[in-house]
């Protein structure tokens, strides 16, 4: 079982940058792998970024590469998304979700926080 809190959502103009975490509970963090997905307002939830438990892998959607980050530190129980190069298109509620599985599908997460608010005005 494990309980996730997300924060840095917010309001910030195009081309902008901001710093999502999430923290985690529990003492096997290290053993998740940790996702990013979004949801913007009428819109399935869409895939982000994801990180391996042991940090050696990455993936990113197509609409968020090369500007966005995602890290991780398991001695902190917390996963970060860098978000950088902003644009209202990324306007959504981030969301960050934990597996023990590869990039399941978003129903298939088990684990969930509630979500940040990011808005991006042009």
């Known amino acids: 079982q494990v309980q996730l809190v997300e924060s840095g959502g917010g309001l910030v103009q195009t081309g902008d940058s901001l710093r999502l975490s999430c923290v985690a509970s529990?003492?096997?963090?290290?053993?998740?792998?940790m996702a990013w997905f979004r949801q913007a307002p009428g819109k399935e939830r869409e895939f982000v970024s994801i990180?391996?438990?042991?940090?050696?892998?990455?993936n990113y959607a197509d609409s968020v590469k090369g500007r966005f980050i995602i890290s991780r530190d398991n001695a902190k129980n917390t996963a970060y998304l860098q978000m950088n190069s902003l644009k209202p298109e990324d306007t959504a509620v981030y969301y960050c979700?934990?597996?023990?599985?590869?990039?399941?599908?978003?129903?298939?997460?088990?684990?969930w926080g509630q979500g940040t608010q990011v808005t991006v005005s042009a």
């Open positions: 529990g003492r096997t963090f290290g053993t998740y792998h």
């Open positions: 990180i391996s438990s042991s940090a050696g892998l990455t």
């Open positions: 979700a934990a597996s023990t599985r590869w990039r399941l599908a978003s129903a298939q997460y088990p684990y």
